[in-house]
């Protein structure tokens, strides 16, 4: 059991989880005309100071020519200082961030939203106050994106491609195709002439390679956390030992690895590879995940996927690691049937919910519960003291686990025999 799970205390993921659910509902959101307040507030400033500034700004909003306008914001601004009654002297630890604001509920209609998010996965670095027709969220989704930035090479001496690997996401850049004849000369050339020809070949060629390194990362140098360089030997040892890389990349270089291919798919191996190097990498992380998920699948009964499966399974306490996929938005709805029978279905988040008839007995099944399907198995969970899993869709098998699972996997603590 995780020691947040032990101490009563929402997991990292999870609250990662809570953050991005929000986010996704606040960027929905419209108001007419600049009507939607958003203050970011650091730990370090007064409350009373913010109190003083929602003050100014609500006696400001009486020269508002438009009485609709005005009056909303006057409202998100009262409604601002109502919340802030909550907090002492200071914010909690990272500050807090305030939304308020009346929003389109359709049919010409609006209704008042506050939220406020409190302890964000990063500090605010300072105090500033948005009014428009959208809330500010930029600055939380920036906080969200998963951290870690490394450069990838991969080359051999017929081609060579270059990447960037941002938290769990590999992404392909630039590409390029050399020039260098193979082993064999062509008649009538000299073994020494040929052989000097191709020397400069390969070492233009890896001057290119180098270029395209160059050209993408020099700039992002200080953002790097290392770069990392594959293909088979002798290429990769050739290329930084000649140190074709600009001096202050070379010094960023934390490993050669052997990769069979060097065209995109090879950028994908050298993050394989690297996988000891990338140990505390989030993508890295998912992998294993993933693996070990698909090892105990082939190997027995310590697996479950689906729904139904793993919901029943996490009832029994018999999962040890809930694996949701990152990509899963879906509701889950459960039904009763006048004979009393439970049963639940999967639905799209947006869809209505359908009518349902009771597998068991026919009867037409009402409406007890409709939930978000991820909190719905995370309470689940947490009530167990199951450690939960939010997995990648960036690399092949976590889009597996949302494609062929249903977006919900789990590790299980021993053979349920199911």
């Not at 992380?285 to 310590?302: S, T």
């Not at 939010?390 to 603590?413: C, H, N, P, Y």
């Amino acid at each position: 059991m995780s020691s947040d799970a032990q101490e009563g205390q929402p997991s990292e993921d999870r609250k990662k989880y809570e953050f991005r659910k929000v986010l996704e509902e606040l960027d929905d959101f419209e108001g007419s005309g600049t009507q939607l307040i958003t203050i970011y507030i650091p730990d370090d400033r007064q409350i009373s100071d913010v109190v003083a500034h929602v003050t100014q700004e609500h006696s400001e909003a009486s020269n508002i020519k438009s009485k609709q306008t005005r009056t909303a914001v006057q409202d998100a601004l009262k409604s601002i200082k109502d919340r802030l009654r909550y907090y002492d002297v200071y914010p909690p630890d990272n500050g807090i961030v305030v939304f308020s604001g009346a929003v389109d509920s359709g049919g010409g209609r609006t209704e008042m939203v506050t939220k406020v998010l409190e302890s964000p996965p990063e500090p605010v670095q300072s105090f500033r106050y948005h009014c428009d027709s959208d809330f500010l969220t930029r600055p939380l989704e920036d906080m969200m994106t998963d951290k870690g930035l490394f450069g990838l090479i991969v080359l051999d001496r017929r081609e060579a491609n270059v990447g960037w690997l941002k938290g769990k996401r590999v992404e392909p850049v630039k590409s390029a195709s050399s020039l260098v004849p193979g082993k064999q000369r062509k008649g009538g050339q000299s073994a020494q002439r040929f052989a000097r020809l191709r020397l400069e070949a390969i070492d233009n060629f890896y001057q290119e390679v180098a270029g395209m390194a160059n050209d993408m990362m020099v700039d992002k140098r200080h953002d790097l956390e290392g770069i990392l360089v594959g293909g088979p030997s002798p290429t990769k040892d050739e290329f930084l030992d000649g140190d074709y890389l600009h001096h202050e990349l070379q010094d960023h270089v934390l490993g050669k690895f052997d990769v069979a291919y060097t065209d995109e798919s090879g950028l994908y191996d050298l993050v394989d590879a690297a996988g000891d190097v990338l140990a505390d990498q989030e993508v890295v992380k998912d992998k294993r995940q993933m693996e070990e998920f698909f090892e105990n699948l082939h190997a027995g009964d310590k697996a479950t996927y689906g729904f139904e499966e793993t919901r029943r399974n996490l009832v029994m306490g018999s999962v040890e690691r809930l694996l949701l996929s990152e990509d899963l938005h879906d509701d889950v709805v459960a039904y009763t049937c006048p004979n009393g029978h439970e049963e639940r279905e999967v639905i799209e988040r947006r869809r209505d919910t359908p009518d349902h008839e009771c597998t068991e007995c026919g009867e037409p099944a009402e409406v007890d519960e409709r939930e978000d399907v991820v909190e719905h198995l995370m309470n689940i969970a947490d009530q167990r003291g199951t450690e939960t899993k939010f997995i990648s869709t960036d690399f092949e098998k976590g889009d597996q686990l949302m494609d062929a699972f249903g977006g919900v996997a789990g590790i299980l603590r021993y053979s349920t025999g199911v």
